[in-house]
């Protein structure tokens, strides 16, 4: 268990997430080129998201949270691991089918509770229609999210990270065929959801197979370890559930705000999540399981390290890309998303919301850090509490805004609660003692990272002045330039101020293959 190991993971598992996030971009483009910001276009937005809004609700908080600890502890422990795991598939198999019968039934309901806005108005049966389709993903997704658990908690991080690329492939794939064969677009991307979700599946659950992890369907038993699992994935689940309220709000805003609005922030999300994506996930997934060892194993100095590289690994790569969200957001959103039916008018309209968004970037990433220190603990019930506070904040600022700057409202509550988390996290984390502290690499690289970040943003502001004229011509060549040119400015002046090491990370790099 040793830090250079940690940074290859976040490195596995960031970059298959980036290819995943690219391809999402694909997709994406294609729904805004095929669809727009019309009905359709918007009624998937919605029917999409419940299995999703239900995933992160069973799959990343009670899985992520209160699964991999655990199982990473047996793991490590030497004891039957591959029996728990497989008491664990069956009890939430046996959920997920009951929750997909139920979803599939009451989806009007559902709908309603998602975008009130859309009753009266041939939105709602469309979101209904495609609901009912797409909502089986829950159950093929969440059993794939456990699989992956299985996989991370082993240290094998290809499989489980590469598995969401076949998403964005099968529904790229699905509308592009539609159209070419003239069939209905909204359609073909609507039954490619569940397929792609079957496959995902398959994937995980082929390669847990081959670590020795095979997890076949039985009938449930709830073993005293799955009753602790339960104790434990309460307060995760109703903690996910939080989070999952404070999307709920920002829909519901959207919803009666102008038309295009759900789509306007869903593209806005799409282009941060880029970032967070490749950042934050590729922290919870490994940092998580790699806590839970060393605090099994009495390490902890290594945990402290752990930490530390986690939070500087978070600050190198999220600062920037804030900063870039913020400077530049319409070029970026134009430049992927303005064609066919998507206008110049919705661009300027997106790009906004992304900046808002890029604000709130560093603290989205941060909760994935600090979480950690917890959910290692077998402490679930406090960052629930914490999510509760941040759920208020999030709805009082999100309705009470609306009625001043409308769904922007949405955007400027996530962000500005997401801060009200990490400070809260933080807060917290002082009783964990010398655990949680910053070591002195981190103490002096941070604000070194923030320098180099601004710096950066100066510079690709004067290049995006100068480049303005060129954009009428070839705007994804220009994008290019400004990325290029971030990325040397930043990393350069990081280098020369002493913000990062680049030969320090590639002799680390050398060290662990």
């Not at 806005?268 to 919870?284: E, T, W």
């Amino acid at each position: 268990m040793k830090p250079v190991r940690l940074m290859r993971g976040f490195l596995t598992v960031g970059g298959w997430t980036l290819g995943s996030r690219v391809l999402g971009f694909v997709r994406d483009a294609l729904i805004a080129a095929y669809l727009g910001a019309g009905p359709a276009a918007e009624a998937f937005v919605v029917a999409f998201s419940l299995p999703n809004m239900f995933r992160r609700f069973f799959a990343e908080g009670t899985l992520n949270v209160a699964f991999v600890p655990l199982f990473s502890k047996k793991v490590e422990a030497g004891e039957d691991a591959r029996g728990f795991a497989q008491d664990a598939a069956n009890a939430l198999a046996s959920l997920l089918i009951v929750l997909t019968v139920l979803g599939t039934v009451f989806m009007p309901f559902l709908v309603s509770a998602m975008a009130a806005g859309f009753i009266g108005d041939a939105r709602f049966d469309l979101a209904t229609d495609y609901g009912r389709v797409i909502f089986p993903y829950i159950l093929f997704i969440s059993l794939a999210a456990l699989c992956s658990g299985v996989l991370n908690a082993t240290g094998r991080f290809a499989a489980a990270a590469a598995a969401p690329v076949f998403l964005n492939i099968i529904l790229s794939l699905a509308m592009w065929g539609a159209h070419k064969l003239g069939f209905d677009v909204a359609q073909a991307l609507v039954w490619g959801v569940p397929v792609a979700g079957l496959v995902q599946l398959a994937i995980v659950w082929e390669a847990a197979r081959r670590a020795g992890y095979r997890l076949v369907p039985r009938l449930p038993k709830f073993t005293p370890e799955i009753k602790r699992l339960l104790v434990l994935a309460g307060p995760a689940a109703l903690a996910g559930g939080v989070v999952q309220i404070n999307l709920l709000v920002g829909r519901q805003v959207a919803s009666f705000s102008q038309d295009g609005a759900l789509q306007y922030l869903n593209l806005a999300d799409r282009l941060y999540q880029l970032p967070l994506g490749v950042v934050a996930i590729a922290i919870g997934v490994v940092l998580l399981p790699d806590l839970s060892r060393r605090l099994s194993a009495g390490d902890s100095l290594g945990g402290r390290d752990a930490f530390n590289r986690a939070t500087e690994f978070a600050l190198l790569l999220t600062v920037p890309a804030a900063v870039a969200l913020m400077v530049i957001p319409y070029e970026l959103i134009a430049t992927l998303f303005q064609r066919g039916r998507f206008s110049v008018e919705d661009a300027h309209t997106t790009a906004l919301a992304v900046a808002i968004y890029g604000l709130g970037l560093p603290a989205f990433v941060l909760q994935k850090v600090l979480q950690p220190l917890y959910f290692a603990r077998e402490d679930t019930k406090t960052p629930f509490r914490f999510a509760v506070v941040a759920m208020v904040v999030n709805a009082a600022l999100a309705v009470g805004l609306s009625f001043v700057i409308g769904f922007y409202a949405a955007a400027v509550a996530t962000t500005l609660a997401a801060w009200v988390m990490v400070g809260q996290l933080w807060s917290g984390s002082r009783r964990f003692g010398d655990a949680a502290l910053f070591d002195a690499r981190l103490t002096k690289r941070a604000p070194r990272i923030l320098v180099a970040a601004v710096i950066m943003g100066g510079a690709l502001w004067a290049v995006n002045g100068a480049l303005a004229p060129l954009f009428a011509f070839s705007r994804p060549l220009c994008v290019l330039v400004l990325v290029a040119v971030s990325a040397v400015v930043y990393f350069g002046i990081g280098h020369v101020i002493g913000a990062t090491n680049l030969g320090q990370l590639k002799r680390s790099l050398k060290r662990g293959g």
